[in-house]
């Protein structure tokens, strides 16, 4: 099939997207949802980690404008994923708001990014190593020339039932659970730190790759650190309450129960 020629001379197309609309009603949020882009994510060792991001960009639109260019926006995640360009951060999402309000000429800006983020893990007694995955979720918002931040971590970890423990001649029951941080912070956090947080509150953190010695030692390691839900959200909470650099938090956790069809769940909010 022919296809048609490139024109020699590019003519001028309307931008329909910058005309005014004439119902004076400004918009608080317009862009693009759900777009799945790689990105280069760095954290406290500075090392870019390839990742593929569920974005969420939006801008603030004028009463006066009819729309915004959509296109835009992809460009802009076009170009911080290009060679060459220095990873994304938690100290850099500041920048990459900034870029986002002057390349679309908006008083405001929000960008979401969701991805999963590895940590390389060596096991507690054979040393062996493996990478364990964590949900992570970004949010940055500039309004009024105020920017606020905040970062969510899912962290999988052991818990063991300390009712178990007490009421048991042998054993005690446990299981996975999810403990999740939402935090705002005035200074940089890092996911690590985050991470590292829920994994010391836990009964025992968890593992890619476990030798049989490596087993010995997290199932002992659990049954003598036992921890109910509640025993969870508040160490969590108590160590962000401490940390100068929070300035407020949402803490969750869930036990997948092994002995009951259901879930234990508690939280806690501050400042949130």
Do not use: W
């Not at 979720?137 to 899912?154: K, M, N």
């Amino acid at each position: 099939m022919n296809r048609p020629e490139r024109p020699q001379v590019l003519f001028p197309i309307p931008d329909v997207q910058s005309g005014r609309d004439e119902r004076k009603i400004a918009i608080d949020q317009v862009g693009i949802r759900g777009l799945k882009y790689p990105l280069l994510f760095a954290d406290a060792d500075g090392v870019a980690q390839p990742t593929i991001a569920v974005c969420d960009v939006y801008v603030a639109l004028p009463e006066d404008r009819k729309g915004t260019h959509m296109s835009r926006l992809v460009a802009l995640l076009e170009s911080v994923s290009e060679p060459g360009e220095p990873p994304l951060s938690v100290a850099t999402l500041r920048d990459l708001l900034d870029a986002l309000v002057v390349l679309l000429e908006a008083p405001g800006g929000r960008i979401e990014l969701a991805f999963p983020f590895f940590i390389r893990k060596l096991a507690p007694v054979s040393g062996v190593a493996s990478r364990l995955d964590y949900e992570v979720r970004l949010v940055g918002e500039l309004a009024g020339g105020e920017f606020r931040q905040t970062q969510t971590v899912a962290v999988p970890v052991t818990s063991l039932c300390p009712c178990s423990k007490e009421i048991s001649e042998y054993g005690a029951h446990n299981q996975r659970s999810l403990v999740t941080i939402a935090a705002r912070p005035r200074a940089p956090l890092f996911l690590t730190e985050i991470i590292r947080v829920a994994e010391e509150e836990a009964s025992c953190e968890l593992y890619g790759l476990l030798k049989r010695a490596d087993e010995k030692y997290v199932t002992e390691y659990a049954y003598n650190n036992p921890k109910f839900v509640e025993d969870l959200v508040r160490g969590v909470a108590a160590r962000l309450a401490a940390d100068p650099r929070v300035d407020g938090f949402v803490v969750e956790a869930e036990n997948f129960e092994s002995i009951h069809n259901h879930s234990a769940y508690a939280r806690i909010t501050r400042g949130l």
